[in-house]
Nanobody, 128 residues
Framework: VQLQAFGGGMVQAGGSLRLSCAGS????????TGWFRQAPGKEREIVAA????????YYSESVRGRFTISRDIAANTVYLQMLDLKPEDTAVYYC??????????????????????WGQGTLVTVSS
């Protein structure tokens, strides 16, 4: 299982970015997936997540209405579309997956310890 996150960069406040997380060695249709971020000096926090079937989506309060998590099974890639970016969105963003067939297909997970596989992170910098 490998995850590769990319798409980060530097944007001005109000701008947008789309992060991608390409998976190999597994299918995103069989795992729960989450996007996390870690700002300098802060703990890693959940941004968005969905379960194996992606029916139900979770968004943290700070990004709800601005960020959208989605996936392309054919491309085996998960995305995080980020709109109206703010300086406080500056962080390294990570994608993560959890393979657990016991969990319900719509169950998502919001704690970092719930995930066993992590991408390397991609830096997003939002200037004011």
């Amino acid at each position: 299982v490998q995850l590769q996150a990319f798409g980060g960069g530097m944007v001005q406040a109000g701008g947008s970015l789309r992060l991608s997380c390409a998976g190999s060695g597994f299918s995103f249709s069989r795992v729960a997936t989450g996007w996390f971020r870690q700002a300098p000096g802060k703990e890693r926090e959940i941004v968005a997540a969905f379960g194996r079937h992606s029916f139900r989506k979770y968004y943290s309060e700070s990004v709800r209405g601005r960020f959208t998590i989605s996936r392309d099974i054919a491309a085996n890639t998960v995305y995080l579309q980020m709109l109206d970016l703010k300086p406080e969105d500056t962080a390294v963003y990570y994608c993560a997956t959890r393979s657990d067939s016991r969990a319900g297909a719509s169950t998502y997970f919001t704690q970092s310890y719930d995930y066993g596989y992590w991408g390397q992170g991609t830096l997003v910098t939002v200037s004011s």
